[in-house]
Structures are given as C-alpha cells and as structure tokens.
C-alpha cells in the first residue's frame, strides 16, 4: 500500500493530533501570512490538487474522517489572502473555524456533497467566506 495518500491527507501526521485535529491543520498554514497575500492562494491551489489526489486514492478518507485536515490547510490558506497583521490573522483563523464548525448555508450545502469533493469543498466555501470578510473588511478600513 502506498503511503503517501495517506501522509498528504494527514499533513505528514498532524491529522492525528488531538484534540482538534482540524484546528491544528487550519493552524499549520497560519504562518503564510508572512508571505504575500498571492503565495496564500498558491498554496490553497496546491493543498487543494493534493487533497484531490489523495482522496481519491484513500476510500476510507472519502466520508471526511476527522485525520484528513488537507481540506482544512486548502481552506485556511484561502481564508488567509486578505489576512492583514495579527489582527487579520486571529480574524481569518476564528471565522474559518466558525464556518467550517457551524456550517451556515453554502458551506453546509458543500459538506453534504459526496467523495473528494464534498471532503474539500465545505473547507473552501469556509475559506472564501472568511477571505471574504476580511477583504471587506479591509476596503472599509482603508477608505
């Protein structure tokens, strides 16, 4: 058996953590803040490639066991593209987490969704959500 789908949906292990697991894998991307804003979506785009292709080679991963948290780093990444400070930071992780946990509207329709894609797509609806508000955010601050 090949180990890697296994190690890429885990994030090397990090699934395993507990408690939490999801919050320590929305926690391992936080330091992509200090990059531009573009190298956050770069690796949404790259979690979220690799979180497909593992999927799809573990049938035990395809109903969003809890050690999975590719979904939550691809997601995360994506809430932290307008993440501006620490203040931006703590506003990305805490409305991330609150979606991805409440599940309001979209993102309960994309955690209903069934294999790889309702696996990923409930983290980024999250993540676009939350990247949402904070550019929102942003533009009222900033005039």
Known sequence: MNPWPR??????????????PGTWGSAVVLPLV?????????ACAAFTVAGFWALARLPEAREDPSWVVV???AGMSLALVFADGLLGVVLAFALFR?????????????????????????????????????LLLNLLVMG
């Open 7 to 20: 190690h890429v949906a885990s994030l090397g292990g990090v699934g395993f953590l507990r408690p939490g």
């Open 34 to 42: 200090l990059l531009p804003g573009w190298v956050a979506l770069v």
């Open 71 to 73: 979904d939550e780093a």
């Open 98 to 134: 609150a979606f991805d946990i409440g599940k309001p509207g979209p993102v309960g329709w994309a955690d209903r969704q069934h294999g790889p894609f309702g696996v990923m797509a409930d983290d980024l609806v999250a993540g676009a959500m939350a990247a949402v508000i904070l």
